[in-house]
């Protein structure tokens, strides 16, 4: 493959540009790209383009009025790509943004705890991290549950579907169960790290089922408080009386201010790519592993996805899927053999970890692979499943 994934910025001059590129490169260098595989596009030189290739582009609005490379525009929304406004205030948005890009739902970019949200915009938008966005909230009722229930409401207006035990499971469900099934499609946890928070069995099973899966952790640790060293992959925000908005964080009414909120959300955005890379890099190599081992030759091409070639020329396809496989899941490997692999491809594989996910949802698995497996060739493959599978696949 020769494809770029490019990121282009056209519009006004802005303030937070290189800021933008820069973790932009940071996010794609965890993810595992060489900068190589990186195009950053603007007017001056846009000649480079590839309407073949990925691309996201971002549009900086101007308060004046005066609206620039709308030919640009045009361009990319003929090439059916996807563009993101950028406005300083969303109360001004019609004012700061042309009128092929007003029916656009913008980003209102008002200091730099935003730019990580945009830049996972960004990557969303790219193909390199997954659509959907899920977050996990561990904490200890009696110390926290205030400040979880305002971090759910905050996290679900960002955008991202949020876990919450008192929020998420409907009646009639098996609790437990459905708290592990959620966790493995979770793409961080937030642990509110309060002075009694491992006294309870549940949360000190959370933390461990979230190690075991590799799922990345952010840890907000209580004035005082330090971090918990028994969690693997994480970071830490520590936080002090100011960041409480009555200063009181040991009462019932405690909450945190605004400003806390917007640095929270602005470092899960900064720890998701990280995390979702190490769980893809874990599946990856367990599974590379698995194939060398049988003496065939591998691929991993820069998306990530695995390809092994067939003694008679056929190629079979392995995409690692971090969480629950669903339908779009199966949409997306079908698309990329379309575009990538034209003609040659016998079997495409959505590989995953299938533990702590219930019962039901293996069934549904097997369903879709029953449905898609016929005419588009496409099925799922567990990784505990794959050392004694793939011999029989080649």
């Not at 004012?95 to 200091?111: D, T």
């Not at 034209?342 to 590989?351: E, F, Q, S």
Request: aromatic share 10%; glycine share 4%.
């Amino acid at each position: 493959m020769t494809n770029r994934y490019q990121l282009i910025t056209i519009g006004a001059p802005n303030s937070f540009r290189q800021e933008i590129l820069d973790t932009f490169y940071r996010h794609t260098g965890e993810l595992g790209l060489d900068p190589g595989r990186v195009a950053v596009i603007d007017a001056s030189n846009f000649g480079d383009y590839k309407a073949t290739s990925p691309a996201f582009a971002i549009y900086f609005g101007d308060a004046s009025g005066t609206f620039r490379d709308i030919d640009l525009i045009k361009q990319l929304q003929s090439d059916a790509k996807l563009i993101l406004p950028v406005v300083n205030d969303l109360a001004t948005y019609a004012a700061q943004m042309p009128a092929e890009l007003r029916p656009i739902n913008g980003f209102a970019l008002s200091s730099s705890l935003k730019v990580e949200p945009l830049v996972g915009v960004a990557l969303e938008g790219l193909g390199l991290l997954r659509l959907t966005r899920r977050l996990f909230i561990s904490y200890k009722r009696d110390e926290s549950r205030p400040v979880a229930v305002q971090l759910f409401e905050e996290f679900e207006a960002a955008g991202f579907s949020v876990f919450l035990d008192t929020h998420s499971i409907r009646p009639a469900q098996p609790f437990q169960s459905e708290l592990w099934h959620q966790l493995v499609d979770t793409d961080v946890v937030v642990l509110l790290n309060t002075p009694k928070f491992l006294d309870s069995e549940w949360t000190t099973a959370e933390l461990a089922r979230a190690n075991s899966m590799a799922v990345g952790i952010v840890q907000l640790n209580w004035p005082g408080f330090n971090t918990r060293r028994d969690a693997e992959i994480s970071m830490e925000l520590q936080l002090e009386k100011a960041d409480f908005g009555n200063i009181m964080f040991e009462t019932p009414d405690v909450y945190l201010s605004s400003n806390t909120i917007a640095r929270i959300i602005s470092g899960v955005e900064s720890w998701r790519a990280r995390s979702l890379a190490a769980r893809q890099f874990n599946l990856v190599k367990e599974f590379v592993e698995i194939v060398r081992k049988a003496r065939f030759p591998v691929t991993i091409e820069p998306a990530k996805y695995m390809v092994v070639t067939k003694s008679n020329g056929e190629l079979l396809i392995f995409i690692p899927t971090i969480g629950l496989p669903q339908a779009f899941s199966y949409y997306q490997a079908d698309q990329l053999v379309q575009d990538v692999k034209k003609g040659r491809v016998a079997d495409v594989y959505l590989l995953y970890d299938h533990l702590n996910i219930r019962n039901e949802w293996l069934a549904h698995l097997a369903w879709l692979d029953k449905s898609f497996d016929v005419k588009l060739r496409l099925k799922t493959l567990r990784k505990s499943d794959a050392e004694a599978v793939f011999p029989t696949l080649i």
